[in-house]
């Protein structure tokens, strides 16, 4: 049993005046995430991400499709009590303390009273924010109510977590912290599954990822395969001259040296034309490609394709 | 269940009173003391008759008042600002609960606040008279058809905010109060009607909501009693109508998109 299994899930909204054109915020999603990982859920602003999050957190209804987390169905209760949600640019009750806050969503949790004073301290000190358990949210600065939000995601122990762009307005060394925090969680059994536009945080963190573009799921798959996905290519440094540059992306001549950038399948040429040149080859190194590269490519295959239509 | 609709409902009242709508009560106290004092002196004779009429009056409105402008920000305020996104996404909290936790929060806040005002109308009587009389018993009971008032138009606040926007829920709720007010004449006027017209006229005069029935206020001034069954059957008819305003609204939120 998967974590989270989406069967066909989508959403559309009907809009302008007539309320006579569909709008796809969600195309037909199938998507398996297993319990114990940690899966990214990237694509540009306004891809569909938090539409998704909004679908499987209950809070909007699925024009057709469906899903289950933990292998239940999104409305039940139990499940309910399993999660943890981590909205975009969390907003809470500014009148209420952290302490007061965390009281009140641990009650609504099911957390039994005697235990949620302990759970409460333990959670605001493992998100840094012991020294501020009496101050009102209303002081809070971003970083701190996003903070909170994790806070608040994590108090009732959930098995899962959703976290809707959990870096977002964090400073490098608050990112650094949240980053390690989704691993500790991770390494404690918990599931992970959050939406980022930020691919280096998917990539130090995430053991899958999807990359969603335009409401339509693009790729899915471990990061580093999908890296290997990206057309190879190879830098080739020398001495001397060679016509290269007919060949190469990008080539860089500092002094006597070249360097070029070429493509894996013309690597032979470019080695021939080096030797028959008389140049001397200084050094052949593969150019790892990274999740970007891939992130890239699937985006702009995607405009391609609707130029090309 | 219960015990998420009652930590709703407490948090509902926790953010009415950090909120400062309590502070309502020091407008109602100087109005109170003042009049009293004035009252004393230009009226003899019917300084008791003018007294309650007035404290009475300004309970009932001051928590009318409060009812409309923070039952309509109910739901529409937690939309807004996203905080319900925290309450209802992972919390095995139903739709239903949530309103319903609200309208509780509401008007526990509301009878809490008549309540304060009440002491302070009593002491201010007690001030003019000097000693209760048995009359006075009567007081309490159209005090707590107050209370029912705002039962009434707090469900009708909280059914409109799930649909409409504030200020719109706002008007469609004090025209319901004020239309309400006048309710039984809109009964006799139904009466008087003629062919079909009649039965426009009568089922729209029961439809509105009985504010009048739930005022007893100058029945009360003139020391009057209130008999016990119209209590126990504005009771029932406000438990009644409140219920079955707050279940439209459930059926209304739990079908919302909450974008």
């Not at chain 1, 235990?115 to 333990?122: A, F, K, L, M, Q």
């Given at each position: 049993m998967g974590?989270?299994?989406?069967?066909?899930?989508?959403?559309?909204?009907?809009?302008?005046?007539?309320?006579?054109?569909?709008?796809?915020?969600?195309?037909?999603?199938?998507?398996?995430?297993?319990?114990?990982?940690?899966?990214?859920?990237?694509?540009?602003?306004?891809?569909?991400?938090?539409?998704?999050?909004?679908?499987?957190?209950?809070?909007?209804?699925?024009?057709?499709?469906?899903?289950?987390?933990?292998?239940?169905?999104?409305?039940?209760p139990w499940m309910k009590s399993q999660i943890g949600f981590l909205p975009e640019q969390p907003y809470f009750y500014d009148?209420?303390?952290?302490?007061?806050?965390?009281?009140?969503?641990?009650?609504?949790?099911?957390?039994?009273?005697?235990?949620?004073?302990?759970?409460?301290?333990?959670v605001?000190?493992?998100?840094?924010?012991?020294?501020?358990?009496?101050?009102?949210?209303?002081?809070?600065?971003?970083?701190?109510?996003?903070?909170?939000?994790?806070?608040?995601?994590?108090?009732?122990?959930?098995?899962?977590?959703?976290?809707?762009?959990?870096?977002?307005?964090?400073?490098?060394?608050?990112?650094?912290?949240?980053?390690?925090?989704?691993?500790?969680?991770?390494?404690?059994?918990?599931?992970?599954?959050?939406?980022?536009?930020?691919?280096?945080?998917?990539?130090?963190?995430?053991?899958?990822?999807?990359?969603?573009?335009?409401?339509?799921?693009?790729g899915v798959g471990v990061v580093a395969d999908l890296a290997r996905q990206v057309s190879g290519q190879v830098e080739i440094t020398y001495e001397g001259t060679a016509a290269l540059h007919s060949l190469a992306d990008n080539a860089h001549v500092s002094g006597n040296i070249a360097r070029v950038v070429v493509a894996d399948r013309e690597l032979d040429r470019s080695l021939d034309l080096i030797r028959t040149s008389g140049a001397r080859l200084i050094?052949?190194?593969?150019?790892?490609?990274?999740?970007?590269?891939?992130?890239?490519?699937?985006?702009?295959?995607?405009?391609?394709?609707?130029?090309?239509? | 269940m219960m015990h998420r609709i009652g930590a709703i409902a407490f948090n509902t009242f926790r953010e009415a009173v950090r909120d400062r709508v309590l502070y309502n009560?020091?407008?109602?106290?100087?109005?109170?003391?003042?009049?009293?004092?004035?009252?004393?002196?230009?009226?003899?004779?019917?300084?008791?008759?003018?007294?309650?009429?007035?404290?009475?009056?300004?309970?009932?409105?001051?928590?009318?008042?409060?009812a409309i402008f923070i039952g309509i920000q109910l739901v529409s305020k937690e939309i807004e600002k996203r905080t319900l996104y925290t309450v209802l996404a992972a919390r095995p909290v139903r739709r239903w609960e949530f309103i319903v936790g609200k309208l509780l929060g509401l008007i526990g806040t509301l009878a809490v606040n008549a309540g304060l005002m009440a002491i302070g109308f009593f002491a201010a009587l007690l001030y003019m008279t000097h000693r209760f009389q048995a009359a006075d018993l009567h007081l309490l009971s159209?005090?707590?058809?107050?209370?029912?008032?705002?039962?009434?138009?707090?469900?009708?606040?909280?059914?409109?905010?799930?649909?409409?926007t504030p200020l719109m829920s706002a008007v469609f709720a004090f025209a319901l109060f004020v239309i309400g007010t006048f309710a039984e004449?809109?009964?006799?006027?139904?009466?008087?009607?003629?062919?079909?017209?009649?039965?426009?006229?009568?089922?729209?005069?029961?439809?509105?909501?009985?504010?009048?029935?739930?005022?007893?206020?100058s029945q009360v001034a003139h020391s009057v009693p209130v008999p016990g069954q119209l209590v126990f059957w504005?009771?029932?008819?406000?438990?009644?109508?409140a219920a079955a305003v707050t279940s439209a609204a459930v059926l209304i939120f739990e079908r919302r998109n909450l974008k």
């Open positions: 974590a989270i299994e989406t069967f066909s899930l989508e959403k559309h909204y009907r809009v302008g005046f007539w309320h006579n054109r569909l709008k796809h915020a969600l195309k037909p999603l199938t998507l398996t995430v297993e319990q114990g990982e940690v899966f990214g859920y990237l694509g540009p602003n306004g891809a569909g991400k938090t539409t998704t999050l909004r679908l499987l957190m209950g809070l909007v209804f699925p024009s057709a499709g469906s899903a289950r987390i933990l292998g239940r169905p999104l409305d039940d009148y209420l303390t952290p302490k007061e806050l965390l009281g009140y969503y641990a009650a609504l949790s099911g957390v039994p009273a005697r235990d949620r004073g302990r759970r409460i301290d333990s605001l000190s493992r998100v840094g924010l012991a020294d501020a358990v009496n101050v009102q949210l209303r002081k809070f600065s971003k970083g701190m109510l996003q903070r909170v939000g994790i806070a608040q995601a994590i108090v009732h122990d959930p098995r899962l977590l959703f976290l809707d762009e959990p870096m977002s307005g964090l400073d490098p060394i608050g990112r650094r912290e949240v980053r390690d925090l989704i691993q500790e969680l991770n390494a404690e059994g918990k599931t992970i599954f959050f939406s980022t536009h930020i691919l280096s945080d998917a990539e130090t963190l995430c053991h899958r990822v999807a990359v969603l573009n335009k409401g339509e799921l693009r050094s052949v190194t593969p150019v790892q490609a990274s999740l970007e590269d891939y992130f890239l490519q699937k985006l702009e295959a995607h405009s391609a394709s609707e130029v090309a239509r | 009560l020091v407008i109602f106290a100087i109005l109170i003391v003042g009049s009293s004092l004035l009252v004393g002196q230009i009226s003899i004779g019917v300084e008791r008759l003018v007294l309650i009429n007035l404290g009475l009056t300004a309970i009932s409105l001051f928590g009318i008042v409060i159209a005090l707590y058809l107050i209370v029912l008032q705002f039962v009434l138009i707090t469900a009708l606040a909280l059914f409109f905010s799930t649909f409409t004449d809109l009964r006799a006027f139904a009466v008087m009607a003629g062919g079909i017209g009649k039965y426009i006229a009568t089922g729209l005069a029961y439809l509105v909501p009985n504010f009048a029935a739930l005022n007893v206020i504005n009771t029932v008819y406000v438990l009644v109508y």
